[in-house]
């Protein structure tokens, strides 16, 4: 089975551009985490959807940032617009719902805001 | 306040032998969850091993285990028979339902860098 898959796995934009990132999930998996990993504040926990629903977004950092599920294989990250404080890693995770514990984490968007 | 602390940013350990990783939390709620996740250098996040608050025995799998103490506030993890794949940071994390929105959050530690010589 394919894990999770995020595209891109690199992006380079400039200072006040919209950037969009996405995930996949596993398939058959009820939650979706977005995580965000820099080496001044570490790794937050940003949104997470149930069934496609937002459950928690007290992790987005602004209004800058959104993010959708539109249907169970699909999520994305938005900011718009972007600034270099931005600039990290950002990961995709989903679990079950029997097994939330056990996260599957994507292989992570590095993101550089010029 | 709710908080995961993680005191030792680098340890190293000799192939084959054990290696334990310190892991202190505060929480007052009483029901939490707790983590521990591994990042290699090529960056991807793999989940390890997970302890409930109120499970009765200490998690294992596999060669990890996590010596959870509750009355100390620690959930350190466990690395038996190192290994070289073992290098890796590792971080801590908390999982614990808000009274108010009870909707889980998730608190990470700043990670301990091992590394596993030959």
């Known amino acids: 089975d394919a894990g999770v898959i995020q595209s891109p796995r690199h992006e380079v934009t400039e200072m006040g551009q919209e950037v969009t990132l996405r995930c996949k999930p596993i398939?058959?998996?009820?939650?979706l985490f977005w995580y965000r990993q820099t080496m001044m504040r570490g790794l937050e926990l940003l949104i997470y959807?149930?069934?496609?629903?937002?459950?928690?977004d007290s992790g987005m950092p602004e209004d800058r940032f959104s993010a959708k599920m539109p249907n169970a294989s699909f999520s994305t990250l938005k900011i718009q617009p972007s600034e270099p404080r931005d600039s990290a890693v950002y990961f995709c995770?989903?679990?079950?719902?029997?097994?939330?514990?056990?996260?599957?984490f994507g292989p992570g968007t590095r993101l550089l805001v010029l | 306040a709710q908080k995961i602390t993680q005191t030792q940013p680098g340890m190293f350990v000799q192939e084959k032998e054990a290696v334990t990783l310190d892991c202190t939390y505060d929480?007052?709620?009483?029901?939490?969850?707790l983590f521990w996740y591994k990042q290699p250098s090529s960056g991807e996040m793999i989940f390890l091993i997970y302890?409930?608050?109120?499970?009765?025995q200490n998690a294992t799998e596999g060669r990890y285990s996590l010596n959870f103490q509750k009355a100390r506030k620690s959930a350190n993890l466990v690395i038996s028979a190192s290994q070289l794949g073992d290098s890796a940071m590792y971080f801590c994390?908390?999982?614990?339902?808000?009274?108010?929105?009870?909707?889980?959050?998730?608190?990470f530690g700043t990670g301990t860098r091992l590394k596993v010589l030959a």
């Open positions: 995770a989903s679990s079950t719902q029997g097994n939330q514990e056990t996260q599957y």
């Open positions: 398939s058959g998996h009820d939650y």
């Open positions: 959807f149930n069934n496609n629903v937002p459950i928690d």
């Open positions: 929480t007052s709620d009483p029901s939490y969850g």
């Open positions: 302890q409930g608050s109120y499970d009765q």
């Open positions: 994390a908390m999982r614990r339902r808000d009274t108010t929105s009870g909707t889980y959050k998730y608190i």
